[in-house]
């Protein structure tokens, strides 16, 4: 999160959000899912972790929806949202008998996590670069154009790059299975990285 504000502007968007403003807390919600899948990462062998987040941000906006609820101190909404989701976590471990794939009494004390991104790996931006590098030419120019359109959406890059979209696409869909054939051959696995 590029706000040096971090978890004062969460706490804020979580008011607004208790407060009826449902745009304020998808804006919170944006801010909170990476770091909450993060902070399940340890109980991927045991339970979906993608569906553990999701009831964790359901049962966040009861709580912004209870007005018998209040949450205090600095930074009040992540910490209650990243207890929520190892509280689902470890209920569903338990409720799976798959507490033996993982100490849960070593998760229960894990520390809480941070919004801030974690520091970029400059060996893999190195492994990504150069397999970009090394791609032909038209996944190649298809996959960068994405990449640094800002959000400019597809069609739009397709007729700058002079392919319709359907090519467009055939080569994004290329220049990813290149890319993730080349990180695999240096020993990179991509789910272990959006993990």
């Not at 912004?64 to 989701?85: H, I």
């Not at 100490?103 to 894990?110: G, K």
């Amino acid at each position: 999160m590029a706000d040096e504000r971090g978890p004062d502007l969460l706490d804020e968007m979580f008011r607004l959000a208790r407060a009826g403003d449902t745009d304020a807390f998808a804006r919170w919600m944006g801010l909170v899912e990476m770091p909450l899948r993060r902070s399940l990462r340890r109980f991927a062998r045991t339970i979906d972790v993608e569906a553990a987040v999701q009831e964790a941000l359901v049962r966040m906006w009861l709580v912004a929806r209870d007005s018998n609820r209040t949450l205090t101190g600095p930074g009040a909404s992540l910490k209650f949202a990243y207890r929520t989701a190892r509280n689902v976590a470890l209920e569903e471990a338990r409720r799976c008998d798959r507490g033996r794939f993982v100490d849960l009494e070593e998760l229960e004390e894990l520390p809480e996590g941070s919004i801030m991104p974690e520091p970029p790996d400059p060996a893999l931006r190195k492994a990504i670069q150069d397999c970009i590098r090394r791609m032909p030419a038209k996944p190649r120019s298809a996959l960068t154009a994405r990449a640094g359109a800002g959000g400019e959406p597809d069609r739009e890059i397709a007729e700058r790059l002079r392919m319709k979209p359907n090519t467009f696409f055939q080569n994004i869909v290329r220049a990813r299975r290149l890319l993730s054939d080349c990180l695999a051959k240096r020993g990179v696995r991509l789910a272990e990285i959006l993990s």
